[in-house]
């Protein structure tokens, strides 16, 4: 007998029924931006439909056609909102651009999306006016600005005006249903080696990852929500945050260029911010204005932290000190981002403070969708009992097949099942905890045992003199690999090698302590703001260790 | 150019991948029954999906294909969770059957389905003593019990017990994954005319359902929850919580047969629930109990309320006695069922407790998924004001496109796209809060006015001496029709017809006041607790108005 099939409404999943849900349901719910030009700027879902609407049809009378890819370089503003909607909406692509990589890169990274048109905010008409010539795709590129702030004089070709663009359209028109596997929009991963590469998210893809990151479990997005993303539109979508929130009908508060403590504890104030998400080290600034000028959170309640792992200090500080409860999660690039988070069940509501932490400084349990596994390095499943480690693999909706144009599957095969292998080295417990360990490939082997640099450098960053450190692999006659700590002090610190070496006894097995403790200026960051090992690796890679 | 396709994994939602996530995170997390056996039973999250594999297996055995009907006729009990993902997580059909039904509805629609196999709790063996030689397509009857309790003598042919078919299975296979459309239930209506028809879910549209429906501004479900569904897992399978609560994680009770306000009290109290969902008149039992014992809840902070509006007054009493939040919702088995609730949004944070009632009476926003349309008779669609209304139209992934082996589509045509017509009549307000304010076939058209039956029961309703009341139509012979009020008084209540009417002065428009108030011992009732306006127009059709 033939399945019998469901007899329900064959809707596709689209980007643009978010947006057309918001402006129907929270249609004077308010997107309140801190504008490139410098001002504040206020509207609506209602409004930011229409003008998306308008947007679709502009790109089209500039040429677009489906598949074409749109790219940005611009903050978090409500014209990157409308982009994100307007051209992902009308069967284009929304290509974000991080504005931190290299300018060869970002020249790169066009040429290989084959972008058509380039939308910029103020802050990078320098920066255009220098690659515009190496931009070989980009027929069109837009200021994303009003008439009154475009340059008078500039090198860039045929500059065009967003405003004008989209305030020329009626918007008379109808968001187009089509194929829900269609691509949406492309993220390039800000690859620590080798070229980026592009994932390539759908509509499918996206609004399913919006559904499960409004979960109460995960991000825990409602209504009666006022979000602040400071987490960029550029990384990774902001983490889906412009899709859930409008799917939810919250209240968002774009913060622009304007990311450092004082700009953004104004901002939470005045707009009543309940619920934000971003990297530790935004959180850093924050926490120091905040300390420095002893001010509290009137509204602040909830952060999302993720990008890297958030420094169990830093949770306890918002929680302890402000009231800000941290939703520790973990993601990538190829996951859209949202993998795991940090939540708690009901068992542990009689959990004492420090057992509590240590569950919610792991990365969390898988949001419902993405599948995942620890294997070894014959690809064999390890087991969830909080203490095997092995590298973490994952699947789901959300989770890419493919790399942007590379023939070569970058999946691994375990028990019949194609998996993303993540690059991450994990431990799963047996509530489905997961903790990331390390990076597979910053993990150091020590006579075949493995140590987590994470945990060297959490343990030196506890130490009151240290301001950064970074643990890596060098090279050992004996043990293969022994551990190297790199140390920058804080300001006027005097903590010696002695010093820091001692902080470790106790916390960690004597034969993970670090060989050698050497200290430096300053550690090289990616784009992203993460310590580039790999840098760090080379530049060490004659060091000779004092127990070599 | 062709559009871009997306790049991601192509992993179909499968309602197995929903238990498979809870055992793996929520392995330990109980499911607790109060089985129809009249003991308590406990299980996990990880021994049901295992025992939901076994079931998959036994159910082959028994020679079911791909697309053959599994029908249950089946109180809330942990049995039954395993045959929702047994049955169709092995590409069969769940046919839940309400035992409300007259037996020989019970007859027409195994019939019209097709089952093949008929898996029934000990408290129908009566029932399905007397049916089984008219139910032609059954090969066989699974009695959902254990060797102990199977009947020592029964009529039904080759009468199986369920516990032996799981327990000789082994568990070991995969969970097939198959085309997302494949249909994963059939629940049929209890259409108050002409025959039930059925209406044929997928896999695709009860896993959307289930992120939907477990929003926060839904029904808001989370691993620190327990949950007690009290509407049956044969009610639009009990609105979808089997599959919500174990993509969340949550603890599971289920109260079997027992759902008089002692029984559920009690359980309330010793699983510590959290959160409820049922129809008001389950809810006027446990209050009346807890009342009259002068209880109070310890842990049960939130219910969702369907079915039928939520009297007023059961939603403050919830709410101001016993600290239950009340969270309305609406919905229909066409629609999986979840459409709307009434959830606040920040901008109502300071509305008063008046303002905020009125707002929570009202059915709602929608759910993203679903959209809604009021539409007038010439299917144009009216404005979103609170004031007019119109026959309510639906569209959405868990919508239904037709009914099961009914040719003619029920859809009808707005705007270019197709919609469900809900026959209900409802008004929507600017803040996309919907309410209903009548069936359309029950409304009451006056002089070419509409009046809300509905309207006119709630007063009724509040008036202490009335039990249950009915507005219907009656002809007249200058308005066409006019209200007529059927009342059932309290026991020892005295109010007299000018009583009940004077009740309506000031409470609604002069003209809107029932003509006429008669007293009756009870009223006519559906399968599910609903009043049967049909049954009580038809007996009170030559009736004549004393205004007429």
Redesign the interface.
Known sequence: ???????????P?MIS??IV?AA??????EIVSKRAEGDMHRTTWKATELRSRKLAQALARLGC?????VATLAWNGYRHVEIYYGASGS?L?CHTINPRLFPEQIAWIVNDAADKVLCFDLTFVPLIEKLAPSLKSVEHFVLMTDRAHMPAQTSIPDLRCYDELVEAESGDM?WPE??E????SICYTSGTTGNPKG???????TV?HA??S????AL???????ILPVVPMFHVNAWGLPYSVP?????LVLPGPHLDGKSLYTLFESEKVTFSAGVPTVWLGLITYVQQNQLKFSTFRRTVIGGSACPPAMMRTLENDYGVEVIHAWGMTEM?PIGTVS?????H?GLDAESRHKLLEKQG??V?GV?MLIIDDDEKPLP?DGKSSGNLVV??????????QIERSPLVSVE?R?W?PTGDVATID???FMQITDRSKDVIKSGGEWISSIDLENIAMAHPAVHEAAAIACAHPKWDERPLLVVVRKPDAQASEADILGFFEGRIAKWQIPDEVVFVDELPHTATGKIQKLRLREQFKGHRLPTA
């Open positions: 007998m033939a399945a019998l099939m469901g007899q329900m409404m064959q809707m999943l029924s978010v849900h129907r349901h929270f249609g004077d719910t056609e489906a598949g074409d890819r069967q692509v109808l089509f194929d596997n269609t691509a949406s994932a390539v998210y759908s509509h499918r893809s399913l559904y499960a409004a979960l109460p479990d825990g997005c409602s209504a009666k929500d006022v799917l939810v009908g919250a209240k859209s939540k708690l069940k009901s068992k509501d349990r898988a419902y599948d969830w699947r789901g909706p959300w989770v890419i097949a493919h790399y942007f019949g194609q993303f047996e509530d489905g």
